[in-house]
């Protein structure tokens, strides 16, 4: 009986412990997995990131470029403007004089 009862209780530990390698494998296993999926996860959400900077940032060279032309376009109407005022000026100064001289 004794003999039978620690045969049990051998055979007991031996699925005990079978079982638990067996657990410990599965674990790892599913780990493993888990941990590849949130690395393949994260690496598109770091492509995602990247391609949206890229973005961002040709859309920020182009919207400087515009402003930077508009700026340019508005520079050179105001000189425009300017230089006919002065010109106006310039005309509108002789015929005062040429008015002034006349009354004298």
Avoid: P
Avoid at 38 to 55: A, F, G, M, P, W
């Amino acid at each position: 009986l004794k003999t039978t009862v620690s045969d049990q209780l051998e055979s007991i530990t031996q699925r005990i412990n079978s079982s638990r390698t067996e657990c410990d494998a599965k674990l790892d296993s599913l780990e493993n997995r888990v941990t590849s999926r949130i690395q393949d996860r994260c690496e598109v959400l770091k492509s995602e990131i990247d391609s949206s900077y890229q973005t961002l940032a040709s859309q920020q060279q182009a919207l400087s470029e515009r402003i930077e032309s508009t700026m340019t376009c508005f520079a050179d109407q105001f000189t425009v403007k300017l230089d006919a005022l002065l010109v106006a000026q310039q005309s509108l100064n002789q015929v005062l004089d040429s008015e002034k001289i006349q009354r004298e």
